[in-house]
């Protein structure tokens, strides 16, 4: 199930080589359990290649993490350096993914502001937590 989940919403493997760094796990988790009475945002930051995307997608492995926090699934993106075209490109690969389940097939946004606006509602609207 949670493996599902994981790929659904894109987020990324565990790699071959992979070194088990609990406690910065758990803190990634503790801060993501914080969302369930605070909404908001966790940021991970660090150098490149430190281990940001593997620390995270590793707390996203918890199954009563998942169960308790993000019922209705995660969605990973990885935005990195882009031009204004290529993050309006990740902008409507996002809407598609959120309105996934709508009856009403969107046009997809065409630019960046109206992408912004559109995100904004859906998770406003459908995806308030």
């Not at 199930?1 to 790699?15: A, S």
């Not at 690969?93 to 046009?107: A, G």
């Amino acid at each position: 199930l949670v493996k599902t989940i994981l790929c659904e919403g894109g987020v990324p493997q565990r790699p071959v080589v992979f070194v088990t760094r609990p406690k910065l796990v758990d803190a990634i988790k503790q801060k993501l359990c914080c969302l369930g009475s605070d909404p908001g945002w966790v940021t991970v930051y660090g150098m490149a290649g430190c281990g940001k995307t593997v620390l995270t997608a590793e707390a996203l492995r918890d199954h009563q993490l998942l169960e308790d926090y993000f019922p209705g699934g995660v969605h990973w993106i990885s935005v990195g350096k882009q031009d204004k075209a290529g993050f309006l490109i990740k902008l409507q690969n996002l809407c598609s993914r959120l309105e996934h389940d709508s009856t009403v097939s969107q046009r997809p946004p065409l630019n960046i502001k109206e992408a912004k606006d559109h995100l904004r509602l859906l998770m406003l609207r459908r995806y308030p937590r």
